[in-house]
């Protein structure tokens, strides 16, 4: 008997999911969700499309809803809703407001005795979990987390607001000589500028003027003034040909003193190198929807955080298995 | 009220232990047990030092018992006679024997209530929950585990069991060039020998035939035969100063594909740079035995290894501030 997942909203996010739990045996994919016509969807492969409004109706044949939406708008609304009906997982990764998310969660999730997994992903999720482990192990040391090369949304939407911008991709990457000195032992003190520089591809409209645009992106407060900011002005075309992925990635970091005085130093790195980040989360979503399901089967009911779930909860190896291969 | 630890074994390991107990103000050591006579023990900071005879009458004192034997002769014994009476933490290492010592431990901590936890550490440990994680995320990829730059106990004993040497210190050493293909997603197909080299320091007896040593070495068995092996003869005194350290480390690799069509690659890598194995071990082993006294607390009871507990349990942060802070 799989594991019957559905997902709610079908962009990147949804799309990745939809393969991710193609490549888990253990589940299956039993429907999609939308908000648009259903039959204006393509799916990557055949599955049944449904109205949203339609859910609330098939709750007894979903054993986990999987949520595709964004942090912006939906996820505030949709998770605390439909975690008093479903098993839900979601991916909601504005860090600031993961307190106010979890009481709303948590208290939908526990009134209708169900298993919520919030922020699940790799920031927050696979890197929130290293910090923690490390933090766990190593309590006198100091915490970095670098991010990229990878596509930074929101700075890519901000350039694209500037007048005579017609679009626009921005790089997050990580400033290899200050990786270095973290690497070292060297506990710098470094601010995220200090850590990253930005680079900027941008299409301009035609006739715009270019010093301008450069000038008002390397000065705008908060996204770039603070960083060493690099902009190069393409086509269309050359926007379409060379940066049309979305990778990330980035890397956790923790330095830390043992012994009588401190004497020795230790490194923890984990690194993530993704050429899809919807892919790589929608993956993580799929090991978590797993542990979710399991969770809620011991009737662990509330919202909870990859902090909460023990790694054994992921894997569809049996523990015998896990013990005598990957221990 | 903080966490009772007791330590059973003090050599370097123990050592580690004691200092690790002092970097987590929630815990406090209360004794040291050993097979010697306490009084000939030399502690980091004072600590009550008892026979292991005292043990048994102290179970009251003692709210998790961490054990810094070996997994040779010690572990195998230790482990499952003390986890009847007291939570036990242990480091047994001997990856193809985990299966069977889980079992004795098993059958002991249910029998007494306790909960035990084996093979705590960096590998098997952290590296394991880092093959477990990377593993559930990407279902299609590749593992691979790399070792090092550090010392290998058992290759350096089996060097000086050789006749002639006086002393010796081998080091595994990662190969650079298969690390980089790795990182690369070139999905190599790696034999040990084909990631690591070995780096031998060899102190001669006066008068011995090098020639004699060297081919020995680079001939042995399982040790060296199948490596690229470096022999270097130095004297004592440079063997004292230059390689007197512990360090070891290591990396943990996961690379896989996602998309449609698998046109995606994705790359996971978890790595350590210690110097000093035991202390690091031990740092570890204080974290879970943070875990095992709340594990128990909740009637979690058996034995556990890694992969059984959830990272909440490792941290003295409330779960409201990790998810503020570390999420």
Redesign the interface.
Known sequence: MKIRIAILGYGNLGR?IQ??IR??ADMELVAVYTRRAPETLET??DVPVYPVEELMARQGEIDVLVLGGGSATDLPVQTPYYARYFNVVDSFDT?AR??EH?AAVEEAARQGGKTALI?VGWD?G?F??????A??????GKDYTFWGKGVSQGHSDAIRRIKGVKNAKQYTIPIQSALESV?NGENPELSAAQKHVRECYVVPQEGADLGRIEEEIKTMPNYFADYDTMVHFISEEELLRDHAGIPHGGLVLRT?H???CG??????????????NP??T???LA?YA?AAYRMHLRGDVGCK????????D???LS??E???T??
Chains 1, 2 share one sequence.
């Open positions: 990745g393969c991710a490549q888990n990557v492969w860090h993961i307190p979890f922020s927050p696979m929130s979990v290293n910090r923690l482990y933090g766990a192990i190593l309590p006198q690497r830390g043992t012994g009588a004497e020795h130093s230790h490194v923890i790195e984990y690194s993530l190198k993704l050429d899809s892919e790589f929608a993956c993580v090991a797993r955080t990859v902090f909460d779930v023990a790694p054994v992921l894997s569809p523990p015998e896990m013990r005598r990957l221990l």
